[in-house]
């Protein structure tokens, strides 16, 4: 784990070989004796970000930063080998530049949102210190300002109560099964489908596998509490918090075709 990050197998090499991306190489759109044409490190964060890590023994700047940015220009070919992504959705693309130092143009640049094709990119330096007693130190700093997008906050009325996007959704799969305390997983899946959704999360999942999601990413993406868990007729299921204005709508639609009634606050 890297600031959160899940690294894949491959990682860092500081000797002149190269390290690998799985069994062959990924080059770059464009040759450069500056750099390899290797990925350093592919990083994934939960079920949504793909970041591609580039690391310098020494100062990061702007040759760097196209080198990296000649990586992010071929990334969709990174989906097209080996199993990086099995999300339902496409992921968000991150950058990220790692060095002893930075330039002070590349800090201008981070610092002030930074993008490339509509991805952000960031930049850190590490740098290590011994003490008299041979105890090692290490200080990082961090370039990098994210740019926050307005956050939907629409309120539904359902069955004469307000919720959330989320909160909503469970209610109404909650209300659901009641009316239907004989429903089975597969049954319920089929008046609720993944699609509505929209990635691999689906309307709801089996419990355990909500749960398995949570140890390994450490991010919620269901509702698992004790009380929040939904019994069905051969299995127990949680719902997903992963919902946005688009597929909420078609939650919604889903909903009144099945005879709930919904209404925006």
């Known amino acids: 784990m890297l600031g959160g ?3 894949r197998d491959w990682g860092l090499s500081t000797s ?25 490190i592919l990083a994934k964060y939960g079920g949504e970000y793909l970041g591609i890590v580039e690391i ?47 330039s002070p143009s590349l800090q201008a640049k981070l610092s002030s949102r930074y993008q490339f094709e509509g991805i952000p990119i960031a930049g850190m330096t590490i740098r290590r210190f011994r003490s008299e007693k041979s105890e090692i130190f290490v200080i990082s700093d961090t370039f990098f300002k994210f740019f926050y997008t307005q956050k939907d906050y629409s309120k539904f009325i359902f069955q004469g109560k307000e919720f959330n996007k989320g909160k909503l959704v469970h209610a109404v799969i909650s209300a659901h099964v009641e009316r239907k305390p004989d429903i089975t997983f597969s049954e319920l899946k089929r008046d609720f489908p993944d699609s509505i959704q929209g990635s691999s999360l ?55 075709k099945l005879g709930w009634k919904i209404e925006l606050k």
């Open 5 to 7: 990050w899940r690294i």
């Open 16 to 40: 002149p070989r190269p390290s690998p991306l799985e069994e062959g190489e990924h080059r770059s759109g464009r040759g450069r004796s500056a750099g390899d044409g290797r990925i350093d």
């Open 56 to 102: 310098k023994l020494e100062e990061i700047n702007e040759t760097s930063l196209a080198q990296l940015e000649d990586y992010l220009r071929v990334r969709h070919q990174i989906l097209l080998i080996g199993d990086y992504w099995s999300e339902g959705s496409e992921p968000k693309w991150v950058g990220l530049l790692v060095g002893s130092s930075i």
């Open 202 to 256: 689906g309307v709801f999942d089996l419990t355990a596998s909500a749960e398995e999601i949570f140890q390994r990413w450490r991010h919620k993406r269901h509702y698992i509490k004790e009380d929040e868990i939904i019994k069905l007729q051969d299995q127990s299921i949680s719902t997903s918090t992963q919902w946005n204005p688009k597929n909420i709508n078609e939650f919604i639609k889903q909903a009144n």
